[in-house]
C-alpha cells in the first residue's frame, strides 16, 4: 500500500545508511571526519546501492556529546566545513541518486546556545524549563542555574543539555514550572523548530531524523501531547517543503507515524514498547549494556537460545496499526548501540542477518562500516561524552571507517594520537578495499541483497511475509514466493515443512540451506532465499 505522503514513497523500498559524521572520512588530516570527507567517498555509498545517507548533527556544538549537544542549529560546525561543503555533499549525492537528511536534535540544546544563555539571566524567557527554589531547594531532576537567574533548569540526559520547554501534558499551577503546551515558550519552540528545519531544507537536503522525537513534551503518558506536537509541526513544515521526509528516535511506530513522521527507526532505549524488539534481535550483551533492560538472550546470537517472537509480535503490532502511513526502520546498529559484529558475534557471522535485515517488511538502515563487519571496540575511554553510565561506553561503535589497509585504515593522514578515536587495533580489521575485490566478501553479499531487494518488489517494506518457523532456522515466505531462511546459530537446524512444495525452488543467493520434500535444513550461520515461482 502506498504512503500516505506520496513525497516520501520513495522510502518504501529504499535502503538508509547512517553516517557517524566525525568517524567517516576526513578530507583535511585534522583527525576528524568531515563533510568534505563524506563527498569524497559517495562513490561507496553509489556502488553499494543505499538511496539516502542519514548524518549525525553536523551542526556547531562544543562535543560535549558527540554533537548532540547543539549550540547553533543554524550554523555548521568548523570541524566539519562550511555551507558550502554541505551543499556540495548534497549536490554530489544527488547526481548519484542518493539523498541526504540530516539530524535534528530538538529536544535540548547545549548550555553554550545562546538562547540558554540569555535565558539563564533573564527570568521573563521560557525557551527553557526553570523553577525557583523552595524551602527544600530545587525540584527533582533540576540543574542550578549558571546565571543571575535565581532557580534552576530541568536537563535531558547530562546536565549540559538544558530541556528545550515544549510543554506538559498535565501542567500544575501548583508547580509553575509546569506550563501547558500552548504557552509562550513552548509556542516559541514549536515555531523555532520549523525556522531550522527550513534552513537547511533550503539548501537542498532531503529531510530530518529527529533525535529523541518522543522526548518533547515532560509528563505525557502514551505521547499523546507529544504525537499533537509532532503533527503540527510536520504540517507546518510541508506547506513549506512538500518533499520533506521526516524519521522518528521514537521507537514506537503507532504513536510516531500518525503523528506525522513518515518512518519511525526501532531503537534499543526504552521497555518492551520502545526498545526490547530491537535489542531481541542483536543485544548480545557484550558491547553496550544497561542495567534497567532485560536480560533476555538475542535471537541473533550463535550460542543461540534466544527467540524470534518478541520481535515478530511487536512489528506486526506497529505494522497493522501503521499500514499505509509510513515505515518502520529496522537498523543493524547505530552510534548509540553496539554493532553487529561485537564479542563473540564475529564478522563471519553476519551473512544471516544482513539477509534478514534486507529482506524483512521494514525499512533497512545500515549503520557505516557494518557492512565490512566492523566490529564494536572494547576498552575505549569516554570521548565526547560516549559513556552514558558505567558498561556503556558508545565509543566502541565510533570508531574511524576502515577504507583500506594503509595508515589509519584510510580515514585520515593525520598522525595516530590525533585522531578523534583510535582505528581498530586488530590486524585482521576488515576494509572496503579488500572486500571489494572479493566476490565471496560480506561486503560484496551486502551489495548483492540490495540489489535483489531494490529489484524484487516483494521483498520491499510492505509486500506480504508469512511466517513458516520462528525458532532456529528462521523460515519465512516473502510475497508468497520468495522463501527465505536464516539460522543465525552455529548449531544447525532444521524445520519439517512436508506441505511446502520446493521442487521447483531457484536459489536467488546463499549458502548452507538445503531443501527437500520433508523440509528445510540450515547450517549453522546458513542463509538462502529462493524464488519457488514455476
Same mark, same amino acid.
Given at each position: 500500500?502506498?504512503?500516505?505522503?506520496?513525497?516520501?514513497?520513495?522510502?518504501?523500498?529504499?535502503?538508509?545508511?547512517?553516517?557517524?559524521?566525525?568517524?567517516?572520512?576526513?578530507?583535511?588530516?585534522?583527525?576528524?571526519?568531515?563533510?568534505?570527507?563524506?563527498?569524497?567517498?559517495?562513490?561507496?555509498?553509489?556502488?553499494?546501492?543505499?538511496?539516502?545517507?542519514?548524518?549525525?548533527?553536523?551542526?556547531?556544538?562544543?562535543?560535549?556529546?558527540?554533537?548532540?549537544?547543539?549550540?547553533?542549529?543554524?550554523?555548521?560546525?568548523?570541524?566539519?566545513?562550511?555551507?558550502?561543503?554541505?551543499?556540495?555533499?548534497?549536490?554530489?549525492?544527488?547526481?548519484?541518486?542518493?539523498?541526504?537528511?540530516?539530524?535534528?536534535?530538538?529536544?535540548?540544546?547545549?548550555?553554550?546556545?545562546?538562547?540558554?544563555?540569555?535565558?539563564?539571566?533573564?527570568?521573563?524567557?521560557?525557551?527553557?524549563?526553570?523553577?525557583?527554589?523552595?524551602?527544600?531547594?530545587?525540584?527533582?531532576?533540576?540543574?542550578?542555574?549558571?546565571?543571575?537567574?535565581?532557580?534552576?533548569?530541568?536537563?535531558?540526559?547530562?546536565?549540559?543539555?538544558?530541556?528545550?520547554?515544549?510543554?506538559?501534558?498535565?501542567?500544575?499551577?501548583?508547580?509553575?514550572?509546569?506550563?501547558?503546551?500552548?504557552?509562550?515558550?513552548?509556542?516559541?519552540?514549536?515555531?523555532?523548530?520549523?525556522?531550522?528545519?527550513?534552513?537547511?531544507?533550503?539548501?537542498?537536503?532531503?529531510?530530518?531524523?529527529?533525535?529523541?522525537?518522543?522526548?518533547?513534551?515532560?509528563?505525557?503518558?502514551?505521547?499523546?501531547?507529544?504525537?499533537?506536537?509532532?503533527?503540527?509541526?510536520?504540517?507546518?513544515?510541508?506547506?513549506?517543503?512538500?518533499?520533506?521526509?521526516?524519521?522518528?528516535?521514537?521507537?514506537?511506530?503507532?504513536?510516531? @507515524?500518525?503523528?506525522?513522521?513518515?518512518?519511525? *527507526?526501532? #531503537?534499543?532505549? /526504552?521497555? =518492551?514498547?520502545?526498545? $526490547?524488539?530491537? !535489542?531481541?534481535?542483536?543485544?548480545?550483551?557484550?558491547?553496550?549494556?544497561?542495567?534497567?533492560?532485560?536480560?533476555?538472550?538475542?535471537?541473533?546470537?550463535?550460542?543461540?537460545?534466544?527467540?524470534?517472537?518478541?520481535?515478530?509480535?511487536?512489528?506486526?503490532?506497529?505494522?497493522?496499526?501503521?499500514?499505509?502511513?509510513?515505515?518502520?526502520?529496522?537498523?543493524?546498529?547505530?552510534?548509540?548501540?553496539?554493532?553487529?559484529?561485537?564479542?563473540?558475534?564475529?564478522?563471519?557471522?553476519?551473512?544471516?542477518?544482513?539477509?534478514?535485515?534486507?529482506?524483512?517488511?521494514?525499512?533497512?538502515?545500515?549503520?557505516?562500516?557494518?557492512? @565490512?563487519?566492523?566490529?564494536?571496540?572494547?576498552? *575505549?575511554? #569516554?570521548?565526547? /561524552?560516549? =559513556?552514558?553510565?558505567? $558498561?556503556?561506553? !558508545?565509543?566502541?561503535?565510533?570508531?574511524?571507517?576502515?577504507?583500506?589497509?594503509?595508515?589509519?585504515?584510510?580515514?585520515?593522514?593525520?598522525?595516530?594520537?590525533?585522531?578523534?578515536?583510535?582505528?581498530?587495533?586488530?590486524?585482521?580489521?576488515?576494509?572496503?578495499?579488500?572486500?571489494?575485490?572479493?566476490?565471496?566478501?560480506?561486503?560484496?553479499?551486502?551489495?548483492?541483497?540490495?540489489?535483489?531487494?531494490?529489484?524484487?518488489?516483494?521483498?520491499?517494506?510492505?509486500?506480504?511475509?508469512?511466517?513458516?518457523?520462528?525458532?532456529?532456522?528462521?523460515?519465512?515466505?516473502?510475497?508468497?514466493?520468495?522463501?527465505?531462511?536464516?539460522?543465525?546459530?552455529?548449531?544447525?537446524?532444521?524445520?519439517?515443512?512436508?506441505?511446502?512444495?520446493?521442487?521447483?525452488?531457484?536459489?536467488?543467493?546463499?549458502?548452507?540451506?538445503?531443501?527437500?520434500?520433508?523440509?528445510?535444513?540450515?547450517?549453522?550461520?546458513?542463509?538462502?532465499?529462493?524464488?519457488?515461482?514455476?
Amino acid at each position: 500500500m502506498a504512503l500516505k505522503n506520496a513525497a516520501a514513497r520513495w522510502l518504501t523500498d529504499s535502503v538508509l545508511y547512517q553516517v557517524y559524521t566525525p568517524s567517516f572520512a576526513d578530507s583535511d588530516g585534522d583527525g576528524i571526519g568531515d563533510l568534505a570527507g563524506i563527498t569524497a567517498r559517495l562513490e561507496h555509498l553509489a556502488w553499494l546501492g543505499v538511496d539516502a545517507v542519514w548524518l549525525t548533527p553536523c551542526f556547531a556544538s562544543p562535543f560535549r556529546d558527540g554533537g548532540y549537544d547543539v549550540r547553533d542549529h543554524l550554523r555548521t560546525a568548523p570541524r566539519h566545513g562550511t555551507d558550502d561543503d554541505l551543499t556540495a555533499l548534497v549536490e554530489a549525492a544527488g547526481r548519484l541518486g542518493i539523498r541526504v537528511l540530516l539530524d535534528l536534535v530538538a529536544g535540548h540544546t547545549s548550555d553554550t546556545h545562546a538562547w540558554f544563555r540569555a535565558a539563564a539571566d533573564d527570568p521573563a524567557d521560557h525557551r527553557y524549563i526553570w523553577a525557583a527554589e523552595n524551602g527544600a531547594g530545587l525540584p527533582e531532576g533540576f540543574t542550578p542555574s549558571p546565571g543571575t537567574r535565581p532557580g534552576g533548569y530541568l536537563p535531558n540526559f547530562f546536565p549540559f543539555q538544558p530541556a528545550l520547554n515544549f510543554g506538559y501534558a498535565r501542567p500544575d499551577p501548583r508547580e509553575p514550572w509546569r506550563q501547558p503546551t500552548d504557552a509562550d515558550g513552548p509556542v516559541e519552540n514549536r515555531a523555532a523548530l520549523v525556522s531550522i528545519m527550513d534552513r537547511w531544507l533550503r539548501l537542498g537536503v532531503a529531510g530530518f531524523r529527529v533525535d529523541m522525537a518522543h522526548s518533547l513534551v515532560k509528563d505525557d503518558p502514551g505521547h499523546g501531547a507529544t504525537a499533537e506536537l509532532w503533527r503540527d509541526v510536520s504540517g507546518r513544515l510541508r506547506r513549506r517543503h512538500p518533499g520533506a521526509v521526516l524519521l522518528s528516535e521514537w521507537g514506537d511506530p503507532a504513536v510516531a @507515524i500518525p503523528a506525522g513522521f513518515d518512518v519511525d *527507526l526501532l #531503537d534499543q532505549f /526504552g521497555g =518492551v514498547t520502545l526498545g $526490547g524488539p530491537l !535489542r531481541s534481535l542483536w543485544h548480545n550483551r557484550q558491547g553496550v549494556d544497561w542495567d534497567g533492560w532485560d536480560p533476555v538472550d538475542c535471537y541473533f546470537a550463535p550460542e543461540g537460545g534466544g527467540s524470534f517472537e518478541p520481535f515478530r509480535s511487536a512489528w506486526q503490532a506497529a505494522a497493522e496499526a501503521t499500514d499505509g502511513l509510513g515505515v518502520i526502520g529496522l537498523p543493524t546498529a547505530n552510534h548509540d548501540f553496539a554493532r553487529l559484529a561485537c564479542g563473540t558475534r564475529t564478522a563471519d557471522q553476519l551473512a544471516a542477518a544482513f539477509t534478514f535485515q534486507l529482506t524483512w517488511p521494514t525499512l533497512p538502515v545500515v549503520y557505516y562500516g557494518d557492512e @565490512i563487519g566492523m566490529r564494536y571496540v572494547p576498552g *575505549l575511554g #569516554d570521548v565526547e /561524552g560516549s =559513556v552514558l553510565v558505567p $558498561g556503556y561506553n !558508545r565509543a566502541g561503535s565510533r570508531t574511524p571507517m576502515q577504507w583500506d589497509a594503509g595508515p589509519n585504515a584510510g580515514f585520515s593522514t593525520a598522525p595516530a594520537d590525533r585522531l578523534i578515536l583510535p582505528v581498530d587495533p586488530d590486524p585482521r580489521r576488515p576494509a572496503v578495499s579488500e572486500q571489494r575485490a572479493d566476490e565471496n566478501s560480506l561486503l560484496a553479499l551486502v551489495r548483492r541483497l540490495i540489489g535483489l531487494r531494490r529489484s524484487t518488489p516483494e521483498l520491499g517494506s510492505h509486500g506480504s511475509v508469512e511466517v513458516l518457523h520462528s525458532g532456529y532456522p528462521l523460515v519465512y515466505l516473502r510475497g508468497g514466493r520468495y522463501l527465505v531462511v536464516v539460522n543465525p546459530r552455529e548449531e544447525p537446524a532444521t524445520h519439517p515443512a512436508p506441505h511446502l512444495d520446493t521442487s521447483s525452488a531457484r536459489l536467488l543467493e546463499g549458502s548452507g540451506i538445503h531443501l527437500s520434500a520433508g523440509g528445510v535444513s540450515a547450517d549453522g550461520f546458513g542463509y538462502g532465499i529462493h524464488d519457488l515461482s514455476r
